[in-house]
């Protein structure tokens, strides 16, 4: 079983953190037996799984069930649940009593977005009562609509700079790392640098201690849009697409199901019904 030390001892060996996202049961099985670190039960579940506008939508009582799926089928995994929008801002109690549904449901530990004074207190009261806490900084999309859209963070040195401060206060807090979204890969190296927790990169460059993806995003799984830092492993659209089609031509051809995919009765009985 694998737990929060994890992290910081492949952070210590210098050794990647290999993360992925999972909404369900037999993808989750499939990342576990692929031996990748940890699964994030991402909110991103709400538009890639559930096909809402954007995240702002999920709730935390949504999001138990994903987490419920994925605890199933990665036994021995770390899995960490997303808090979705407003399921931890509105006071430290609201923030607990989600973070527990989270836990209750299987996850190992949750992530929040952002820092601010009211964020560090809800990690701190978090890692107090056993709930280990993943940061999350750059590009935060519950606050998408405050920051203007989907925009590059670190641009410059001094907003380099700025991120590091909030990301040494999540740690000092008791954040066990942080993730690292849409930054330059000299920023996100210079924050790498400075922390002693691991960060996890996403659109983040190559120096951060491990990465994190959205699996149907490395799948071509979600072709609604592809961001520049994803890199495709695969093209399931496709193969799901060809696989259906062929399925469909199948039955109406009456190609499917053959002798093959079908059960007989015995020749006595058989006899009884014509
Ligand atoms: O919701 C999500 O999937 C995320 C990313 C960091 C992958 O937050």
Do not use: W
């Not at 009261?125 to 280990?132: H, K, T, W």
């Not at 492993?233 to 062929?246: F, G, I, K, P």
Request: glycine share 6%.
């Amino acid at each position: 079983m694998k737990t929060v030390n994890l992290f910081q001892k492949l952070k210590e060996k210098k050794e990647k953190i290999v993360m992925l996202t999972a909404y369900d049961y037999s993808t989750a099985r499939t990342i576990e037996e692929a031996g990748v670190d940890a699964i994030l039960v991402g909110d991103s579940l709400a538009m890639v799984a559930l096909g809402y506008r954007d995240t702002y939508i999920i709730t935390a009582d949504e999001m138990k069930i994903f987490v419920k799926a994925v605890s199933k089928g990665a036994r021995n995994s770390f899995i960490i649940a997303d808090m979705p929008f407003m399921s931890y801002n509105i006071n430290v109690e609201q923030g607990l009593e989600n973070a527990a549904k989270m836990i209750k449901a299987g996850a190992s530990a949750i992530k929040l977005e952002g820092c601010n004074k009211y964020i560090l207190t809800l990690v701190q009261r978090c890692v107090e009562s056993g709930i280990p806490v993943l940061g999350h900084l750059g590009f935060t999309p519950q606050l998408m609509n405050t920051i203007g859209g989907h925009k590059i963070q670190g641009k410059t040195a001094e907003m380099t700079e700025d991120i590091l401060v909030n990301a040494q206060k999540l740690e000092a807090a008791g954040c066990f790392a942080v993730v690292l979204e849409l930054m330059p890969t000299e920023s996100a190296k210079y924050i790498t640098d400075n922390l002693t927790i691991p960060t996890i990169g996403i659109g983040a460059g190559n120096a951060c201690s491990g990465q994190i993806v959205v699996t149907d995003d490395i799948l071509g799984k979600y072709t609604d849009f592809k961001p520049k830092f994803v890199k495709k492993y695969a093209d399931l659209h496709n193969v799901v697409l060809e696989s259906v089609t062929q399925y469909k031509n199948d039955v109406k051809t009456l190609i499917f199901p053959s002798e093959e995919e079908s059960f007989e009765l015995s020749e006595e009985e058989s006899n009884k019904l014509s």
